[in-house]
Each structure stands twice: as structure tokens, then as C-alpha cells.
């Protein structure tokens, strides 16, 4: 590997999505693209196989489903890049826009993770220019460009991102025990801030995100809204456990939540089971503890450690369940 950029790629069952970032991404390895990783969350599609008409593309298989931090930090792991750039399957990276975010880190040292401007693919307006989180854990993304400014400071990157390589000799790693998918971003935010680096935007930089969703609640089933709901209060002991904020999240932010959700699955048949999961995953985080954040072998050595009521594609991994990186 001679690039200085390694780029992960987490998957799980979007086959056609990931070959056509491939198909974006492989002609492009080279001096500055080093190595593709894909690490796979036991997709049941045909990903394995289209994959492999990609040769040049590391390949792990995981057997079960550990979510997305958990994908992320195998990939990170097997990155030698100096720069590692973490992209969802559902995007299309505009030519050149790695190597910007590359070159922004280059230029500016006192940032650890960067990324770039998100558009919608399906009209090209702006999706996220970078994540904040107010004091009561409101997150919203910014929708507007500000070019007069060097750098572009938010508290988090979702989808797409851009990190230092060297961040993980110094502790920071995706607390996949934790923030197995929802929130993960916004605590790998925040540790790269504990370290004394900064969080940025970059503007010269674009990726199209292919996104499916809209409204308060993104991707509703029962695993993701059991997590979300269960990780916000787990963000909330960790960064913002103070008793005001307590007191507005649990008498406003709370049921406003509830009645979103009522609302967003209001034509489903399982609204009741996915109403219940919310509930669930808040108690839980209420009267569970934060586990200790793990170390970097721990993806690859410990066994599982996800508490026993979470689903079983949540729980985490044993130590035969990935097969070898294909090189």
C-alpha cells in the first residue's frame, strides 16, 4: 500500500449500492488511494460475490451482524493509510474529494476528523454539512456553506468522514459496546475532541448520499429503534449528565419523541412492537451502566459482551466470527 488514504466501507445487504461505489472508488486506486476495505455485517444478498469481481478490494466476512461501529473499527484496524476515510454504501464520492479532505488534513493540524459537504443525490441540495448537538442533545446538521471561514468547526461527521490514522495510538477507537450504530458518530466526535483535536467541514469537498429516509426517526425497525433510543440516554450519562438537561429531556424531549414515533409509524403493522422496542431501549439506558470503552484488539479478541436483552444481531462478537481479510 502506497497511497496515503485507506478508505472502510461497512456493508450489510445493499449489494447493488456498494458495487456502484466500488465501481466509483477502484479506478481511482493509486498514488494518492491506497487500499479499499470492505468489511461486510453478514449481508444474505449477493455481496460476497460482486465484490469479488473487485480483486483490489481487502474483503471481510463477518458471520453475524455487529452493526456499523463495530464494521468500522475492523476496517480501521486493518488500515495503513495515513488518513482513513470511513464511507457508507449508499454514497457516490465526487472525483477528487478524497484527496481534498486528505490535503485539508495536510494543511491543518489541528484537526483530526474532516468531512466533506453531503448533497442528496436524488436533487443535489445540501443533506449535512456537518452534525451539532445542542446542550439537550438535539442534533441537527447543518444545511448552508460558510466559505469565509478557515475552519469549519462542528461536534460530529455522520456517513462520511476523514480521519488521522495515528488518533488510535492515542485511545480513540468506535465504542461499538456502547454506540453500536445510533450515536456513534456523535461519541467518535467527542473523543476525537478529548484528544485536543478539532472536527471540521470541509467545503471544496462533496459526496452524494443516496439516502431513503426523511422525518425525525431515519430507517425505522426493530433493532435500529431499540439502539437509538437506548443509545441517546447512554450519550447522555457519558457527555451531558447534569440535572436541567435531565429534566428537559425527560419532560419535553422524551414525549415529544414518543409522539413522533406514534405518528412517523402510523400505517405500520408492527407500530406497537416498534413503540414498545423505543420504550424498552430507554429504560434500559436508564437503568444501565456504560460499559468500559474497549481497547482495539477487544474486536478481535473478546467474546460476547453486549447485555443479554438486546437483540441477538446487537450482541457482540466471538472470536471465530469473521473470516479472513482477503487481500
Same mark, same amino acid.
Given at each position: 500500500?502506497?497511497?496515503? +488514504?485507506?478508505? /472502510?466501507?461497512?456493508?450489510? &445487504? ?6 456502484? *461505489?466500488? $465501481?466509483?472508488? #477502484? ?123 478557515? +475552519?469549519?468547526? /462542528?461536534?460530529?461527521?455522520? &456517513? ?6 495515528? *488518533?488510535? $495510538?492515542?485511545? #480513540? ?53 431499540f439502539d437509538q433510543a437506548k443509545s441517546r440516554i447512554t450519550y447522555r450519562k457519558e457527555y451531558r449528565n447534569d440535572p ?84
Amino acid at each position: 500500500m502506497t497511497g496515503r +488514504i485507506s478508505v /472502510v466501507i461497512p456493508t450489510r &445487504n445493499r449489494a447493488g449500492m456498494l458495487v456502484r *461505489l466500488l $465501481e466509483q472508488l #477502484v479506478p481511482r486506486l493509486g498514488d494518492d488511494l491506497g487500499e479499499i476495505i470492505v468489511v461486510d455485517n453478514a449481508s444474505s444478498d449477493d455481496t460476497e460475490n460482486q465484490v469479488a469481481k473487485f480483486p483490489q478490494v481487502r474483503f471481510v466476512q463477518n458471520l453475524q451482524n455487529h452493526l456499523s461501529a463495530h464494521a468500522r473499527q475492523q476496517g480501521w484496524d486493518l488500515a495503513t493509510g495515513t488518513y482513513v476515510c470511513f464511507i457508507d454504501d449508499d454514497n457516490l464520492v465526487e472525483e477528487g474529494s478524497l484527496s481534498t479532505l486528505a490535503d485539508y488534513l495536510d494543511r491543518h493540524e489541528s484537526v483530526g476528523l474532516v468531512g466533506p459537504v453531503q448533497r442528496r443525490w436524488s436533487d443535489g441540495s445540501i443533506w449535512c454539512a456537518g452534525g451539532r448537538i445542542n446542550g439537550f442533545l438535539v442534533v441537527s446538521y447543518d444545511h448552508h456553506i460558510d466559505t469565509h471561514k478557515q +475552519i469549519i468547526e /462542528v461536534d460530529f461527521q455522520p &456517513n462520511v468522514f476523514m480521519v488521522r490514522n495515528a *488518533l488510535r $495510538e492515542v485511545g #480513540v477507537n468506535f465504542d461499538w459496546k456502547n454506540f453500536p450504530h445510533n450515536w456513534s458518530e456523535a461519541e467518535f466526535g467527542n473523543q476525537i475532541r478529548r484528544a485536543g483535536f478539532l472536527v471540521a467541514t470541509c467545503v471544496e469537498s462533496t459526496v452524494y448520499h443516496d439516502i431513503d429516509y426523511s422525518g425525525y426517526f431515519t430507517r425505522i425497525n426493530p433493532t435500529n429503534i431499540f439502539d437509538q433510543a437506548k443509545s441517546r440516554i447512554t450519550y447522555r450519562k457519558e457527555y451531558r449528565n447534569d440535572p436541567i438537561t435531565w429534566a428537559v429531556f425527560l419532560l419535553i424531549v422524551l414525549p415529544v419523541s414518543v409522539i413522533a414515533l406514534v405518528y412517523e409509524t402510523r400505517k405500520r403493522v408492527d407500530r406497537k412492537k416498534l413503540l414498545v422496542l423505543y420504550l424498552k431501549g430507554t429504560l434500559c439506558g436508564l437503568i444501565s451502566s456504560c460499559e468500559g470503552k474497549q481497547t482495539r484488539s477487544d474486536v478481535a479478541d473478546e467474546g460476547t459482551s453486549s447485555p443479554s436483552d438486546l437483540p441477538l444481531n446487537q450482541q457482540g462478537p466471538t472470536t471465530l466470527d469473521a473470516t479472513p481479510p482477503r487481500q
